[in-house]
């Protein structure tokens, strides 16, 4: 009975690194894709053979430390980052229509509230969507902003001029603008009495 008790904790100890093993394949593999890069450029920027990394997508094998911080360097996320399958770890935010988190943001000049719809962040870098009301009372001096990443705004209501970069653009109820974050943005006049418009903006590691 001893013997097989001790093969069974053997069994179900090799399941579990069986199972590991498959996701950190799997991992690996995702993380590899949402990058374009082959095996052989993955294998070539972490200095391993292109059937090592194929044996691990495939969890043929149990790879060690120093070559999981090899690719990891090569993907340019942490070694942690390795051990998440996405399956099991991804975080879901459901918000109901009408609501969010209450949040208000306070400048020098200016202040208004919004409701936070959404937020994540991981190695791949950090996402936020907001949903807000300005109303033309209150616009005083609007903020203008600039970071790394894209933003994406869609008018759901009113009339207001936005500034990106060196140009303005008009927009009104169903209007939207995608752009890249370096420029710098921000409502430049608010045309309406009020407007309400949802910003989606990602940023980098």
Same mark, same amino acid.
């Given at each position: 009975?001893?013997?097989? !008790?001790?093969?069974? $904790?053997?069994?179900?100890?090799? #399941? ?8 950190? %394949? @799997?991992?690996? $593999? @995702? ?28 969890? =043929?094998?149990?790879?060690?430390? %120093?070559?999981? $911080? ?14 998440? =399958? ?13 609501? %969010?988190?209450?949040?208000? @943001?306070?400048?020098? #000049? ?7 719809? *959404?937020? /994540?962040?991981?190695? *791949? *870098?950090?996402? $936020? ?19 790394? *990443? ?11 001029? !936005?500034?990106? +970069? ?7 109820? +169903?209007?939207?603008?995608?752009? #890249?974050?370096?420029?710098?943005? %921000?409502? /430049? ?6 407007i309400e418009f949802i910003t989606v903006s990602t940023r980098p590691q």
């Amino acid at each position: 009975m001893l013997y097989a !008790y001790i093969w069974d $904790q053997r069994d179900l100890m090799q #399941d579990k690194k069986s199972e590991t093993e498959l996701e950190i %394949g @799997r991992t690996l $593999q @995702r993380l590899r894709q949402e990058r374009n890069l082959t095996v052989t450029e993955l294998a070539t920027q972490a200095n391993l053979s292109t059937a090592m990394i194929s044996r691990i997508e495939n969890g =043929h094998v149990s790879p060690s430390l %120093g070559t999981l $911080q090899a690719l990891a360097d090569a993907l340019s996320v942490s070694l942690m980052a390795l051990f998440s =399958h996405s399956e099991h770890t991804a975080d879901v935010h459901h918000v109901p229509a009408g609501t %969010g988190l209450p949040s208000r @943001r306070i400048t020098h #000049d200016h202040a208004h509230d919004y409701l936070t719809l *959404g937020k /994540h962040s991981g190695p *791949g *870098g950090s996402f $936020q969507s907001a949903r807000i009301r300005i109303s033309k009372q209150d616009q005083n001096t609007l903020p203008k902003y600039q970071h790394e *990443g894209h933003v994406f705004i869609y008018m759901i209501e009113g009339r207001a001029r !936005y500034l990106c +970069g060196a140009e303005e653009f008009l927009m009104a109820t +169903g209007d939207t603008l995608s752009f #890249d974050a370096k420029l710098p943005h %921000g409502v /430049h006049e608010i045309l309406s009495d009020e407007i309400e418009f949802i910003t989606v903006s990602t940023r980098p590691q």
